[in-house]
């Protein structure tokens, strides 16, 4: 079996509607979360595969530089799959991976590209021990279970449209118990700042540990998720605004109430976020906002209303600015 094996897939980012935020070992939540899967915002992934007698060894190419920082975070990870891929102890691989979004933009490029490593594992998997998962949905599960591991937003992407991780589960589900009206969703997101982040994902969920609103918070997300479920059967776009602002809003309160606190938004997020409060009420326009960790605005509303809205963004609010206009979509791809 020295044949060398190549697989590639692209998987997309998500931006969460109910955020993560806080976790427990190993790689699970303290509350439940449910994100929308993005369209055009998506990694794509190829791993080579060949056999080798030194053990596992890795080159990763990131748009056709060779990027050792990236090398050793999935170098990392791999070391600790080892057990549930015995063949990668017999591997050399050769990743190549690319976004089609910016680096830094505000997109998840680690939900993205740990789902995009996670799906290519599991293919490699079924290759070389000619495992075949039962159902396409199993594989997915799995995907996902794996890609939480690397980074837990990840098992959020493998998902069309809406991903569910409920915070007993190892993996992310698909939710589609909704109203039509959500499967239109459109987010152009506002880049307000493109420099790296300043804290990681890691360090700011661990914030939540010794945090005095840590137990106020995990009930809050639980409580909201139900009534975001709730709502999202119906049309009701303003009810679903207000918990969808009110999570992003919680989730930067926390961090700043961390100690040490961290203070991602940029006074142009808080002008954004006035500006689009004013417009749409004095427009009665459906349109709201979500945040990530950092300073750029996801601007979400239902495609009707797309030519409207996508005007007043590059002709007003964001004019001759970067943005990203992304819609809802449906998950990974093998390619
Ligand atoms: C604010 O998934 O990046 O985007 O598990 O440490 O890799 P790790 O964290 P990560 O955290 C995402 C936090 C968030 C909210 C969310 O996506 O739910």
């Not at 990870?77 to 190549?96: A, R, V, Y």
């Not at 004013?278 to 427009?283: F, I, S, T």
Request: aromatic share 8%; proline share 4%.
């Amino acid at each position: 079996m020295d044949k060398i094996l190549q697989v590639s897939w692209t998987s997309p980012s998500n931006i969460a509607l109910i955020k993560y935020w806080g976790k427990r070992p190993v790689q699970m939540p303290m509350n439940s979360s449910i994100s929308l899967t993005l369209s055009k915002s998506y990694t794509k992934m190829s791993i080579k595969r060949e056999e080798s007698i030194n053990g596992l060894s890795l080159e990763f190419i990131f748009e056709n530089n060779q990027n050792e920082k990236f090398k050793k975070k999935i170098y990392n990870f791999l070391t600790t799959i080892l057990k549930d891929f015995p063949w990668l102890n017999t591997s050399k691989l050769t990743i190549e991976s690319s976004n089609t979004f910016p680096h830094s933009s505000g997109i998840a490029s680690s939900a993205s590209s740990m789902s995009a490593l996670a799906l290519c594992l599991l293919s490699l998997d079924e290759l070389i021990t000619n495992y075949k998962n039962t159902t396409h949905d199993n594989f997915l599960e799995k995907a996902s279970s794996y890609a939480r591991l690397a980074s837990g937003s990840a098992c959020r992407s493998v998902v069309p449209n809406f991903g569910l991780w409920k915070k007993e589960n190892t993996f992310a589900v698909p939710y589609n118990d909704i109203h039509p009206l959500y499967l239109t969703l459109c987010d152009s997101i506002l880049i307000i700042d493109e420099t790296e982040k300043i804290v990681s994902s890691s360090a700011g969920h661990g914030l939540m540990e010794n945090h005095p609103y840590n137990e106020i918070r995990y009930n809050q997300a639980e409580n909201n998720l139900v009534k975001l479920l709730s709502i999202m059967k119906n049309d009701n776009f303003l009810n679903f605004s207000e918990i969808v602002e009110n999570e992003a809003l919680s989730l930067h309160a926390l961090m700043m109430t961390s100690t040490p606190s961290v203070i991602l938004l940029k006074p142009e997020s808080l002008e954004v976020i006035l500006k689009v409060k004013e417009w749409r009420l004095q427009n009665n326009i459906p349109i709201t906002f979500t945040i990530d960790a950092g300073p750029n605005i996801h601007l979400l509303y239902p495609e009707r209303y797309k030519v409207i809205i996508q005007n007043y963004i590059n002709n007003d609010l964001w004019k001759n600015k970067k943005v990203i206009h992304d819609k809802i979509g449906d998950g990974p791809r093998a390619i």
